[in-house]
């Protein structure tokens, strides 16, 4: 059981494996992906659609996040759906769009991989490469990504405990990739009003207990869009180093998570009302520069 100095002795809790572990790299973890650092004192924006459907459709969705204030563009080429028969995105094709995208805005781009054999397509168009929430614990996976040379975006299994997810986390770190980004994105609890319980309290978890930067998913963590911003704003409140957010053009002709995705608009003033929340807590959101298209 892992204490820190003041700490009242507790039952509960657990210790981070060695190269996660804040006691064995004392120093946060700053991750720099094209100019912009996730993990140091500015908080980072990565929005975008669930899926990459069409060109049209991320580019728009691409021009539009930039101009709200997102630092990354976030959209799945390989999705993990619930049905075989849902869409399942459009592999390759997808990173193509993706990487006309950054090309057209400037910003880099997160996409995830679900698959040992797609880890070097996918890390070819990515700037962070995203583990999702189901791959978690595919161990053969977290080895390759921890031989690749792209940050990792690296999502809480819905069913794994934070002591569970650190030791996942430690595979990634001992393949000799150090650049991980963790990202609570909600645990299934028996309510199900929301999609998941977005698990906050792992935030400030995860910061004293690892040195690597934190992020938070209200998207999936909620499942609602009228919630993703009030627990958008709640995760920087409790120190986190970023958001993930859904957003789509048309969120009522989405062909994934639409139901839980912003519209344009209310991603702008989500940026604007995060601004004020991390200027209370000391920080501010990381500026890009201007738009070059
Ligand atoms: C996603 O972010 O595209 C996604 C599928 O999320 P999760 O893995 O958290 O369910
Ligand atoms: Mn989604």
Redesign the pocket.
């Known amino acids: 059981m892992e204490t820190h100095k003041g700490d009242i002795p507790s039952k509960y809790g657990s210790s981070a494996p060695n190269l996660v572990n804040r006691q064995t790299i004392a120093n946060d973890t700053v991750i720099n992906v094209n100019g912009i650092e996730i993990g140091g004192k500015e908080i980072v924006i990565i929005a975008g659609p669930?899926a990459v459907e069409n060109k049209e459709q991320i580019l728009e969705t691409a021009k539009a996040v930039y101009s709200g204030g997102a630092n990354l563009l976030r959209g799945?080429a390989f999705k993990?759906r619930t049905s075989p028969y849902s869409f399942q995105g459009l592999g390759e094709e997808g990173l193509r769009y993706l990487s006309q995208a950054r090309k057209e805005t400037g910003l880099p781009v997160v996409t995830?991989v679900m698959d040992t054999r797609q880890v070097e397509l996918v890390c070819k168009y990515a700037d962070i490469i995203?583990i999702?929430?189901?791959s978690m614990h595919n161990f053969p996976l977290l080895k390759e990504a921890g031989k690749c040379r792209k940050p990792v975006l690296f999502?809480r299994g819905f069913m794994a405990t934070i002591d569970e997810y650190l030791h996942a986390a430690e595979y990634i770190l001992s393949e000799g990739n150090r650049e991980i980004i963790l990202c609570e994105?909600g645990i299934r609890t028996f309510e199900n009003y929301t999609r998941n319980t977005l698990d906050l309290s792992a935030v400030p978890v995860l910061k004293r207990q690892t040195h690597l930067p934190v992020i938070v998913?209200p998207s999936?963590g909620t499942g609602h869009s009228w919630l993703v911003p009030a627990m958008a704003k709640a995760a920087i409140a409790v120190g986190a180093d970023g958001i993930m957010v859904e957003v789509h053009h048309k969120p009522l002709e989405a062909l994934s998570d639409g139901q839980q995705s912003l519209y344009p608009n209310d991603f702008v003033q989500l940026v604007k009302d995060i601004e004020k929340i991390a200027e209370a807590c000391g920080r501010k959101i990381y500026h890009h520069k201007p738009l070059i298209v």
Do not use: F
Request: with cysteine; aromatic share 0%.
């Open positions: 669930c799945g993990p995830e995203q999702g929430s189901r999502k994105r998913d999936h």
